[in-house]
């Protein structure tokens, strides 16, 4: 009977695609405001954009400060409804009202307008941790099968990727939808019409409603499966502890901070799109090329754990990851001398698609690990504290994610970005210099490449996997059925 707890499947189809699609409508929202608020602070607000991206990784530490005490009130929920579930129901209005204000164009100056940028992001980041600890958490109590539970994390993920990055293609449909919302800035000079605040605020506001009905599906169909202790009083010496003694889970964290920057492409897609394209509203183009890559990575994951392990295939993802990167910066050296060449295009894009490819480690493997490792806790100590494991986790993600676009903000201001974007918009430019163009590509690709290479260190030394994996899940689900 154990034996057939720790393999049979126990999610229906229904619960799956509920689960897919609450991340998907979810990350759309985290998405948005990743890949547009800074350029919305910047062309509409009138906000120094450098500035911008320093204010985003202030909230986001302050807020990190939140996710443990979500964290806590999981684990020590008594509610019926699950102590997952009932905490995601809490988050959706604050989200969905959240996600539209911090794009209201507001007659803010000077120092108003870097308050208000800061408060309204903070309570929004406040707001994205009620819902994001419970989301990430949730997968660890779905089922008691760990095979099924990478399945899931894996066609689960692949959705919260495409969600995304579902921003890309959201922004230019309702630019086509708002009155005079297609007269968007075109940095190539088609047009000096700046964009309309109007849409990104409609776009905010679709994006929040859509989003927030579809992450409400993950309460209203899911199961919490794996039993666990209700209301048990958990202190943040208990969390601090849960780390400290939790030497595979210490492990994942330290090699997510120290890959901080490899979704740095994710923070300034927009204007890299802005440079190399010469337009912001072919975004969708970089972020369709490299989605398609991330999708088949995290696809392809559970076939390759299943024949090398979650260690081996972190590692393997990690240094393609580097490689990939690299060579996509020398294609785009050239590209951008030789526009012309047909060869050089088609190559520019590939690598893009390429780079795409190892994703699945960035987004996948660090929610498989944390289940693994809170499996891992229970057998250790009897506690299973997913609460706090997987508050530890968003909170690493949220900081990495923040330093990662400041970062890559950072090179967009020191390659000249805003000063040549000013030009254009004034007619003394018609387009963005190599010097520009190389230093923002550079933050696009080689930076998370090399940070990626980084993340394997600690990684050599996690050994949750094979064997040992398997046993910690026979012993846990005989415990389950003594109990």
């Known amino acids: 009977m154990t034996e057939d707890i720790t393999k049979q499947k126990h999610m229906k189809f229904k619960e799956i695609a509920a689960y897919s699609l609450g991340l998907f409508g979810f990350q759309a929202i985290v998405g948005l405001l990743n890949s547009y608020q800074a350029e919305f602070d910047a062309s509409i607000l009138g906000a120094d954009i450098a500035v911008v991206g320093i204010l985003i990784l202030i909230a986001k530490i302050v807020s990190a400060v939140f996710d443990p005490v979500v964290g806590n009130l999981i684990d020590r929920s008594k509610s019926k409804n699950g102590k997952f579930k009932s905490m995601i129901m809490y988050s959706i209005i604050p989200l969905l009202v959240m996600t539209a204000i911090v794009f209201l164009n507001v007659p803010f100056t000077g120092v108003g307008l870097y308050v208000w940028i800061f408060v309204t992001y903070l309570i929004w980041s406040l707001a994205m941790t009620l819902g994001d600890v419970p989301s990430q958490g949730i997968a660890s109590v779905l089922t008691p099968n760990p095979t099924e539970r990478t399945n ?71 199961k919490e499966r794996v039993p666990y202790v209700s209301g048990e009083k958990t202190t943040f010496k208990d969390m601090v502890s849960a780390l400290k003694n939790n030497k595979p889970f210490m492990l994942v964290i330290i090699s997510y901070f120290l890959g901080f920057g490899r979704q740095m492409a994710m923070g300034i897609q927009v204007q890299a799109a802005n440079v190399i394209l010469g337009s912001q509203n072919l975004v969708a183009v970089l972020g369709i090329v490299t989605a398609v890559g991330s999708m088949i990575s995290m696809a392809l994951c559970p076939v390759l754990i299943k024949k090398m392990g979650e260690k081996r295939v972190y590692l393997l993802l990690s240094i393609y990851g580097f490689v990939a990167s690299v060579l996509s910066f020398i294609v785009g050296y050239f590209y951008f001398r030789n526009p012309d060449s047909i060869v050089l295009m088609v190559l520019f894009y590939l690598f893009l698609f390429l780079i795409g490819l190892q994703f699945g480690a960035v987004t996948l493997m660090p929610m498989i690990m944390t289940a693994d490792c809170v499996d891992y806790y229970e057998y250790e100590t009897g506690k299973r504290m997913e609460g706090a494991a997987y508050s530890i986790l968003t909170l690493t993600i949220k900081v990495c994610l923040a330093l990662g676009t400041a970062l890559g903000l950072v090179f967009v201001q020191i390659s000249g970005y805003s000063d040549t974007v000013n030009q254009i918009s004034s007619g003394a430019a018609s387009g963005f210099d190599l010097h520009t163009k190389d230093l923002v590509f550079f933050a696009y690709t080689v930076v998370p490449g090399i940070l990626a290479l980084l993340s394997t260190i600690p990684m050599f030394k996690y050994d949750i996997v094979g064997e040992k994996k398997a046993m910690i899940a026979s012993e846990l689900a005989k415990r389950r059925s003594a109990k």
């Open 152 to 222: 899931v994390v894996s066609i689960s993920n692949t959705f919260k990727q495409v969600g995304f990055s579902a921003c890309v293609v959201i922004v230019p449909i309702v630019c086509l939808i708002i009155p005079n919302g297609s007269k968007v800035f075109v940095a190539s000079g088609e047009t000096d019409t700046p964009m309309i605040s109007s849409e990104y605020f409609w776009t905010a506001v679709l994006t929040a409603v859509l989003g927030c009905i579809l992450f409400a599906l993950i309460p209203l169909i899911n």
